[in-house]
């Protein structure tokens, strides 16, 4: 998290299974992370790119394997709606593999009930 700034909280790591994509892929390692900032939707998006390419991501094939994804979920109270671009984030409330560990970080962000409506199988990671 050292090229994270203004991190306020992180999430317990999920083990995930994918959700979409090819095949034969397997599990993500996942997790949600709070930060404190004055950086808007658009810079957030930008780090999230930064650190991508940090980690060496390669974007070959929609939903396929990767080294790290990072999305911007929630940015405050603010509605983004651009072409790359969509905050909050248009499918964080269908995967469980977003929603469980916001749960853990902000339970008060999440909708009751929200167990039965969201796909995909989650357990909790070791710590890595």
Not at 43 to 54: D, F, M, Q, T
Not at 88 to 95: D, I, L, V, Y
């Amino acid at each position: 998290m050292a090229s994270l700034p203004d991190v306020a909280a992180v999430s317990p790591v999920y083990e995930t299974s994918p959700v979409g994509g090819p095949p034969g892929q397997g599990p993500y390692l996942n997790l949600v992370v709070e930060l404190e900032t004055e950086l808007g939707p658009r810079e957030l998006l930008e780090l999230a790119h930064r650190l991508e390419e940090a980690a060496a991501r390669e974007r070959k094939e929609r939903w396929g394997p990767r080294t790290l994804d990072v999305d911007v979920l929630l940015v405050d109270d603010l509605t983004v709606d651009e072409p790359d671009l969509v905050v909050p984030h248009p499918r964080m409330w269908e995967r469980r593999f977003v929603v469980a560990p916001l749960a853990d970080l902000a339970p008060e962000l999440v909708p009751a009930g929200w167990e039965g409506r969201v796909a995909g199988d989650v357990h909790p990671a070791g710590r890595i």
